[in-house]
């Protein structure tokens, strides 16, 4: 059982905690980094590209943790394990998993070539990633005893079909994340690791560039918030989720989209 806090102080603190974050040397995954850094967590990257792993490692330093990256590939699950089994030797042990790489896909089914090979690519890294990454990541939680908090990042469009955009493997992929969520925080809650979501809408990175132009009016109007989110944004929400004020918090997926799907 998770101890409830019983005042302010320290409620929002992550000092000391190992927080492994895929796809953090970049976008969304580099604003949660950012912000568990400067609230006192040690950070492993995973990702593909080393290169601009190294760059947001030297970004945390000034943090004053302990920050590194590993090569990973979130699709290949005997990469995870060894990225997995490298972050332990390094770190000594895991607290928080944010499982935050994906890729989108904006194409119609019937566009798609005859393997499919969309459709697989966004499945494979969207949902399976994140399998394959609590299945390595949870198994070490349970084992050292010490409970572990869980953050999937999944998308609003995993709640509905988005405007002007074909995306199903995407949507899919998100809605499916959604439920995963809230098996596993039931499956893993005897071990007090706690399972969330994190929904954002629109949010600038490299994948929101990709947008076209002419639905750009579209989703600033139907934005309560008039802009895009920000990646640190989402960094803080996690940071919350993770945080000692948390304890009771767990199976839900928390939205933050600047109220885009009120108007839906
Ligand atoms: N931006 C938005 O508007 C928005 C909205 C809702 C949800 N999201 C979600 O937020 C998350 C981050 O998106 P973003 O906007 O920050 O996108 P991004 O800038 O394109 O970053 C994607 C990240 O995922 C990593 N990644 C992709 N495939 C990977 C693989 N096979 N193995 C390991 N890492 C992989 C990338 O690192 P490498 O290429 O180096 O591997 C990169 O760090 C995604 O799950 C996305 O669906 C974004």
Not at 38 to 63: P, S, T
Not at 237 to 248: H, T
């Amino acid at each position: 059982m998770i101890s409830p806090i019983t005042g302010m102080k320290d409620a929002f603190s992550l000092a000391g905690k190992n927080a492994v974050i895929t796809g953090g040397n970049r976008g969304l995954g580099f604003g949660i980094a950012r912000a568990m850094a400067e609230c006192g967590a040690n950070i492993a990257i995973l990702c593909r590209d080393i290169r601009k792993a190294e760059e947001a490692v030297a970004e945390l330093e000034q943090f004053g943790g302990k920050y590194d990256r590993f090569a990973c590939d979130v699709t290949d699950r005997a990469s995870v394990r060894k990225a997995v089994a490298e972050v332990e030797e390094a770190f000594g042990s895991i607290d928080i998993l944010v499982n935050n790489a994906g890729v989108s896909c904006t194409k119609a089914l019937l566009d798609m070539d005859e393997e499919l090979t969309d459709w697989y690519k966004v499945v494979n890294t969207d949902l399976n990633g994140c399998v394959h990454m609590t299945y390595e990541v949870a198994k070490r939680m349970r084992d050292a005893g010490k409970g572990g908090c869980i953050i999937n990042i999944t998308s609003n469009a995993g709640f509905m079909v988005n405007h002007g955009q074909p995306m199903s493997p995407y949507s899919c992929a998100k809605a499916a994340m959604n439920h995963f969520t809230k098996c596993m925080a039931v499956e893993l809650g005897e071990y007090d690791i706690r399972v969330n979501g994190i929904a954002p809408g629109f949010t600038n990175s490299e994948l929101s560039v990709h947008i076209p132009p002419e639905n750009m009016s579209y989703i600033n109007t139907q934005t309560v918030a008039g802009r895009f989110g920000e990646p640190i944004e989402v960094g803080a929400l996690a940071v919350y989720l993770a945080s000692p004020a948390a304890a009771q918090v767990t199976g839900t997926v928390q939205v933050i989209d600047g109220g885009y799907m009120l108007r839906c």
